[in-house]
């Protein structure tokens, strides 16, 4: 064999070699393609600060009454001045006959305020207990499972005018008879509590220039309690909470900012921010106050809180659809029609197994809530046809 013929036969050989490797590799990514795709789905990531405090609030204890004391009011309910609140009970049927003055009481409310028409009180009833359930506020929650009782459960033929009278004679006899108990009135309007836990004598004045230890010396050990309940004088209300300086310093007094209870009681309230208190060691004293939901608050003293420094919203991308080129820049690939879409993105934060990324509809790209993001594909590159 001539020398020429071996080198073609080579070089034909390696060819060939080169053609079905090529041919290969084609073959195995159309048949193993690997194409991965989610849906972009806006998140937020909260930036909170965990702290321990106090509910201090314009309050005094119900201190005229023995230890059988019943409240005939309810848990954050208002109450004018010289109203009945309590009976203290001196007999051992005074308890069923306080009991049922009042349920009479509260039906013969309900009944008064109807107009008449029954199916539509019925409705209202359902109505006003998802409104009390929704709202928290939880002050007229039994009178609202009351007249759902008497309205739906109940298969009462009397109308309200005939059952009226009936119910007032029956008030009429109860009140006669009840000798054998005291009346318990509120010395002040306010919203009453049945909770007393012998911190009532604090007030928000001890707050100013408060420090922690201070703070923390108050709340160490209360004084006598009283079985009748308390009055909270004025709606607004306050969180003394301690915290690190570091993080009192995030906030300044006379901004808004969430506060997210925890612990035995859930609730997030939009709270000022009253005062930042003078530096103990490396701890001071944040105070917020809030003029709302008092009636949630009335019973409660020392909880847990999350403090919201801020809240980042974004786009929410996993790990493996982000790519970096050789610039530094990040960015992902969206699937648009049928054909791949560089989109660069700016990372906000990390969000578990992923990225937090800025909006498309705040930095002018089309990545936004909704849109089909390549997570895994072969040989990606703008404008290939995927999928």
């Known amino acids: 064999m001539k020398r020429g013929d071996l080198f073609i036969r080579l070089t034909a050989a390696v060819l060939f070699l080169a053609v079905a490797s090529y041919v290969g590799v084609y073959v195995y990514n159309a048949v193993v393609t690997t194409f991965v795709t989610t849906e972009a789905i806006g998140y937020s990531i909260e930036e909170t600060v965990p702290t321990n405090g106090f509910i201090i609030r314009t309050e005094q204890a119900l201190t005229d009454a023995g230890s059988s004391v019943l409240p ?8 004018a001045l010289g109203q009945v609140v309590a009976v203290e009970l001196l007999g051992h049927e005074a308890l069923e006959t306080a009991s ?17 028409d029954i199916e539509a009180a019925a409705l209202q009833s359902v109505v006003n207990l998802s409104r009390s359930i929704h ?37 009429r006899v109860l009140e006669a008879r009840s000798e054998d108990m005291r009346a318990v009135r509120a010395s002040v309007s306010g919203t009453f509590s049945q909770t007393v836990d012998g911190f009532e004598h604090i007030a928000p004045g001890v707050l100013v220039e408060i420090v922690p230890s201070v703070l923390e010396n108050l709340f160490s050990a209360p004084s006598s309690t009283s079985g009748a309940g308390k009055l909270v004088t004025e709606f607004k209300w306050y969180y003394a909470s301690v915290m690190d ?13 969430p506060v997210q209870f925890s612990g035995v009681f859930h609730a997030e309230f939009d709270m000022l921010v009253e005062s930042i208190g003078r530096r103990e060691g490396d701890r001071c004293v944040v105070v917020f106050s809030s ?9 409660l003293r020392g909880l847990r809180a999350d403090v919201v420094l801020d809240t980042i919203t974004g786009i929410r991308v996993p ?14 690939y969206l699937h648009s029609g049928n ?32 849109a089909v993001i390549i997570v895994k594909a072969n040989n990606l590159f703008h404008g290939k046809v995927v999928g």
Do not use: C, Q, W
Not at 291 to 299: E, F, L, P, R
């Open 72 to 79: 005939i009011v309810s848990e954050g309910e208002k109450v």
């Open 245 to 257: 300086v570091a993080d009192a310093s995030h906030f300044t007094a006379g901004r808004r900012i």
């Open 339 to 370: 054909r791949a879409e560089r989109v660069d993105v700016e990372i906000l934060r990390e969000a578990g197994d992923g990225y937090l990324v800025r909006d498309g509809a705040d930095s002018g790209t089309p990545l936004r809530a909704g």
């Open 319 to 332: 790990r493996e659809a982000i790519h970096l080129d050789d610039d530094g820049a990040t960015y992902l």
């Open 135 to 171: 709202s928290g506020d939880f002050s007229r929650l039994e009178e609202a499972a009351l007249s759902i009782r008497a309205n739906i459960f109940t298969d009462n033929r009397l109308t309200p005018s005939e059952e009226l009278p009936l119910l007032r004679d029956r008030l």
């Open 100 to 116: 049922e003055i009042r349920s009479l009481n509260m039906r013969i409310a309900h009944l008064e305020s109807l107009s008449g």
């Open 291 to 299: 003029d709302i939901g008092i009636h949630n608050v009335a019973a």
